[in-house]
T-cell receptor, first 112, second 114 residues
Framework: DAGVTQSPTHLIKTRGQQVTLRCSPK?????VSWYQQALGQGPQFIFQ???????QRGNFPDRFSGHQFPNYSSELNVNALLLGDSALYLC???????????FGSGTRLTVV | QQQVKQSPQSLIVQKGGISIINCAYE??????FPWYQQFPGKGPALLIA?????SEKKEGRFTISFNKSAKQFSLHIMDSQPGDSATYFC?????????????FGTGTRLKVLA
């Protein structure tokens, strides 16, 4: 049973560029949450998707946007990249209304 | 009010010793408190979790102690092993806008000396 799959694992982008990160949830899960984890910090909530809609959003600017597809997979898009966007981006899946989060291994984004 | 404060930032324990990590929260709407273990280059993995109607939960060498009145909870790792060396995050979850959201602590980097 595959867990949460994220791609790519590593990415290097230049300031001002745009990036798309992808996530396939654990089999049976229908909700996807995205987190940003800066080096040495705890994960910070970006947003959560369920039924292809953004349900909750953390304190992140509109440069961060997302999408969920009918098969529950999800994308995180970041526009106009800043150096401060360099972080590990984590995707977590769960069942709507359920407590348990399963995290992927993340995408390490470096902005130069 | 949505913060979860975690301490210590780092911890060094001898093999066989007890590791203790503490967390505190403010918002009484939180109703689920998991602990996650993260190894370098990996995503966090659920270790153990507790609901506020229980004061203690034990799974193997890992125990959560929960003090609802003090709004504090802690992770105890008994008989700590070098393989336990990792970063540990506490988290708190609450239901809102039709879904659950996790707020994480800042993490504790544990090193267990052989």
């Amino acid at each position: 049973d595959a867990g949460v799959t994220q791609s790519p694992t590593h990415l290097i982008k230049t300031r001002g560029q745009q990036v798309t990160l992808r996530c396939s949830p654990k089999s049976g899960h229908d909700t996807v949450s995205w987190y940003q984890q800066a080096l040495g910090q705890g994960p910070q909530f970006i947003f959560q998707y369920y039924e292809e809609e953004e349900r909750q959003r953390g304190n992140f600017p509109d440069r961060f946007s997302g999408h969920q597809f009918p098969n529950y997979s999800s994308e995180l898009n970041v526009n106009a990249l800043l150096l401060g966007d360099s972080a590990l981006y984590l995707c977590a899946s769960s069942l709507q209304g359920g407590y348990g989060y399963t995290f992927g291994s993340g995408t390490r984004l470096t902005v130069v | 009010q949505q913060q979860v404060k975690q301490s210590p930032q780092s911890l060094i324990v001898q093999k066989g010793g007890i590791s203790i990590i503490n967390c505190a929260y403010e918002n009484t709407a939180f109703d689920y408190f998991p602990w996650y273990q993260q190894f370098p280059g990996k995503g966090p993995a659920l270790l153990i979790a507790i609901r506020p109607d229980v004061s203690e939960k034990k799974e193997g060498r890992f125990t959560i102690s929960f003090n609802k009145s003090a709004k504090q909870f802690s992770l105890h790792i008994m008989d700590s092993q070098p393989g336990d060396s990792a970063t540990y995050f506490c988290a708190a979850s609450m239901y809102g806008e039709g879904t659950y959201k996790y707020i994480f602590g800042t993490g504790t980097r544990l090193k267990v000396l052989a």
